[in-house]
């Protein structure tokens, strides 16, 4: 088999490989550039909701935090 046709043929090949994984690559791209935008122009955003959490639901988890500290605090000056 002559080297130049064997060279082009593997040329050619290599070639049909880059094509696919450029293809795939921009598919990753614009999915990528589709989850990571802000909110679009209608004000909607792209994928996930922010969470509201309401006043009463922060105050318990702030009081329930505190407390939690002042545990840790105690068992702390304890040790002493």
């Known amino acids: 088999m002559n080297i130049l046709a064997a060279l082009r043929k ?12 450029r293809q795939q690559l921009d598919a990753v791209r614009a999915a990528t550039k589709i989850l ?7 004000g909607k955003r792209i994928g ?14 702030g009081k329930a935090t505190r407390e939690r500290w002042a ?10």
């Open 48 to 61: 996930k909701k922010k969470r509201k959490m309401s006043a009463a639901a922060r105050a318990r988890i």
């Open 10 to 21: 593997e040329e050619a090949k290599l070639q049909k490989q880059a094509d696919k994984v």
């Open 71 to 80: 545990k840790f605090r105690a068992a702390k000056r304890g040790k002493r």
């Open 36 to 42: 990571g935008r802000e909110p679009a122009s209608g």
